[in-house]
């Protein structure tokens, strides 16, 4: 499975939209980019996943280059309750494998 | 159920005990993970089940470690003489075949004094 790579950290003031980005510039064509995040002290959520085309969905939005060696998840209007860790994973089949991920800061 | 629970959701055991942490996924969930989280540090993947086989265990960190599955359905955790690097959270996840949203479980955190 391809290795991501996230910044460790990053704010977002609330109201305003988080850009979280991801390389997976090792990534092979049958490979999925998923997103997931955890919130202290709780397992994690899924979020939004896609190959080449980017989705949206109720959560998140999640744009992928056209060359798919990166990605960026989407939150449109950031909220206090979005401050938590998002990784950026990507797999074809069998295990989730988490890396460090982003840890988000939503302030007010 | 509604989710994937996981049992106790809170165990402290002596140095050298053997524990079992008992998961329950989501009924018709074929595929079912097993993570540890020690505290501040990111999650450890152990072992993924699909059905009751074990394709992937390449993350059980020692052989003390072991976990099997009954079915398609319950799964068990084992540690057998527990050290106090196993105090971690122990989180497990199940998700349908093949499918990429995987629901987990709240945890059970284990203290190993």
């Known amino acids: 499975d391809a290795k991501t790579t996230q910044p460790p950290s990053m704010d977002c003031a609330e109201g305003r939209a988080a850009n979280l980005p991801c390389n997976h510039s090792?990534?092979?064509?049958?490979?999925?980019v998923y997103w997931y995040r955890q919130i202290h002290s709780q397992g994690p959520q899924y979020i939004i996943h896609?190959?080449?085309n980017n989705e949206t969905n109720e959560m998140a939005s999640l744009i992928i280059t056209e060359d798919r060696k990166s990605s960026t998840l989407i939150l449109p209007h950031a909220t206090l309750r979005d401050t938590a860790v998002y990784y950026c994973?990507?797999?074809?089949?069998?295990?989730?494998?988490f890396g460090k991920g982003t840890t988000l800061s939503v302030s007010s | 159920g509604a989710g994937v629970s996981q049992s106790p959701s809170n165990k402290v055991t002596e140095k050298g005990k053997d524990v079992e942490l008992r998961c329950d996924p989501i009924?018709?969930?074929?595929?079912l993970y097993w993570y540890r989280q020690r505290l501040g540090q990111g999650l450890e993947f152990l072992i993924y089940?699909?059905?009751?086989?074990?394709?992937?265990k390449s993350g059980l960190p020692s052989d003390r470690f072991s976990a099997e599955r009954t079915g398609e359905s319950v799964s068990t955790l084992t540690i057998q003489r527990t050290q106090q690097e196993d105090s971690a959270v122990y989180l497990c996840?199940?998700?349908?075949?093949?499918?990429?949203?995987?629901?987990f479980g709240q945890g059970t955190r284990l203290t190993v004094v």
């Open positions: 996840a199940s998700s349908l075949a093949r499918h990429p949203e995987a629901f």
């Open positions: 090792t990534i092979s064509g049958n490979e999925y």
């Open positions: 896609g190959l080449k």
């Open positions: 994973i990507a797999l074809a089949g069998t295990a989730l494998i």
């Open positions: 009924s018709g969930h074929t595929a």
């Open positions: 089940f699909q059905g009751n086989s074990a394709p992937d």
